[in-house]
Nanobody, 129 residues
Framework: QVQLVQSGGGLVQTGGSLRLSCAVSGRTIRTLTMGWFRQAPGKEREFVAGLRWNSGNTYYVDSVKGRFSISRDTTKDTVPLQMNSLKPEDTAVYYC??????????????????????WGQGTQVPVSS
């Protein structure tokens, strides 16, 4: 089993920055694939960024490239998501997710939510214009 506990978030103005964090606990976390997703009102859950714990390899959706950064802290077992240059269209509930996805791969980071078995509690991120 894997447990994910999110922290951070809050109201931010357009152009501002915010840092979310996901604390990961459980067995064999070094073979996990981690993801950050978001869901705006009336929309489907959307992949934002992902990371392979075993390699540090990352992948981003085009709309956040150059603005968001996902990383892992192997001493604290956390996965932060640094969000810069925020826009009103970034407003959503953000979710941390994890899954044991092709443990032999160092690069496979799927965007489909169904691939991830474990989810954090969600964090509201409103971006005011």
């Amino acid at each position: 089993q894997v447990q994910l506990v999110q922290s951070g978030g809050g109201l931010v103005q357009t152009g501002g920055s915010l840092r979310l964090s996901c604390a990961v606990s459980g067995r064999t976390i070094r073979t996990l694939t981690m993801g950050w997703f978001r869901q705006a009102p009336g929309k489907e859950r959307e992949f934002v960024a992902g990371l392979r714990w075993n390699s540090g390899n990352t992948y981003y959706v085009d709309s956040v490239k150059g603005r968001f950064s996902i990383s892992r802290d192997t001493t604290k077992d956390t996965v932060p998501l640094q969000m810069n240059s925020l826009k009103p269209e970034d407003t959503a509930v953000y979710y941390c997710a994890a899954g044991y996805i092709d443990r032999s791969s160092y690069t496979d980071i799927p965007a489909a939510p169904i691939k991830y078995n474990y989810w954090g509690q969600g964090t509201q991120v409103p971006v005011s214009s």
